[in-house]
């Protein structure tokens, strides 16, 4: 089975600055997709962004970016111009993309944004 | 669009008692998910549906969870009989296929302690 490895349990970042999460996957697989998620109190997951494995270019939504190094597995997003509501858990996730049934979650990292 | 929706929002049972989470999906989303959110943890899918078929129970504990989804819209996720471990977030998603591509969307969840 896919792992996902978010090593940053927390990170804080003061508002209007910029920060990077932490993601590496392990798979066989050379078709997937890959995704962070936002979680905040609500409980509701939200999506953030999206990649697709064969896409050399990295996925951008607004102020959030990521950084996707397919040889190194690793998927860091970068959040530029924080905002207060911004602050949430984050999961990085994984899909493949020929079974496509079921995410791999990582285990979270907790935001904080300080005003 | 309506979200997915889910009851009860909290629940707080005895070990050994049984307990019943219900969920509605996104009109016309022919897919539905189960996931188990344990503090600290990602999600883990428990259970998939397509329409009233169920795709993929492999990480569902069958001794003492159930699920079904009759008439391929509604679901209810059973418990029966509850332990302290199974204290958790139980999340329901919907999508309009199987495929990688069809994007989730996820509902709030029920947050269920046994004590």
């Known amino acids: 089975a896919q792992t996902v490895t978010q090593s940053q349990p927390e990170m804080s970042v003061q508002e209007a600055e910029t920060v990077t999460l932490s993601c590496t996957y392990d798979?066989?697989?050379?078709?997937?997709?890959l995704f962070w998620y936002k979680q905040p109190p609500s409980r509701q997951m939200i999506l953030v962004i999206r990649q697709e494995a064969y896409k050399q270019q990295n996925a951008t939504e607004n102020r959030f970016s990521v950084n996707f190094q397919k040889a190194a597995k690793s998927f860091s997003l970068k959040i530029s111009d924080s905002q207060l509501g911004d602050a949430a858990m984050y999961f990085c996730?994984?899909?493949?993309?020929?079974?496509?049934?079921?995410?791999?979650f990582g285990t979270g990292t907790s935001l904080t944004v300080i005003p | 669009e309506a979200g997915v929706a889910q009851s009860p929002r909290y629940k707080i049972i005895e070990k050994r008692q049984s307990v019943a989470f219900w969920c509605n999906p996104i009109s016309g989303h022919a897919t539905l998910y189960w996931y188990q959110q344990i503090l600290g943890q990602g999600p883990k899918l428990l259970i998939q549906?397509?329409?009233?078929?169920?795709?993929?129970d492999s990480q569902l504990p069958k001794d003492r969870f159930s699920a079904e989804r009759l008439k391929g819209v509604d679901s209810t996720l059973k418990i029966q009989p509850a332990k302290l471990e199974d204290s958790a977030v139980y999340l329901c998603?919907?999508?309009?296929?199987?495929?990688?591509?069809?994007?989730?969307?996820f509902g709030s969840g029920t947050r269920l302690t046994v004590v």
């Open positions: 996730a994984y899909r493949s993309f020929n079974t496509g049934n079921q995410f791999y």
């Open positions: 798979t066989s697989e050379s078709d997937y997709y």
């Open positions: 549906f397509q329409n009233n078929g169920v795709v993929d």
């Open positions: 998603a919907s999508s309009t296929g199987q495929g990688a591509y069809y994007g989730y969307t």
